[in-house]
């Protein structure tokens, strides 16, 4: 077992099992990305807005 810039790890070297720390959250991915879109499409509905001021 190597201690240093890699994480450490029990197992032997080139192990088939995955780490928690390699796990991921589909659901908290998909919340992020629909913020994220939401954010923008705000932005370019202000942008539009901002940009119509001036049209009777």
């Known amino acids: 077992m190597e201690e240093g810039f890699k994480n450490w790890c029990g197992l032997f070297e080139g192990h088939p099992h995955v780490h928690s720390f390699h796990v991921t959250d589909p659901l908290r991915e998909a919340l992020a990305e629909r913020a994220?879109?939401?954010?923008?499409?705000?932005?370019s509905e202000e942008d539009t807005a901002e940009g119509n001021e001036g049209e009777p």
Not at 36 to 43: G, K, V
């Open 36 to 43: 994220r879109s939401e954010a923008q499409r705000l932005i």
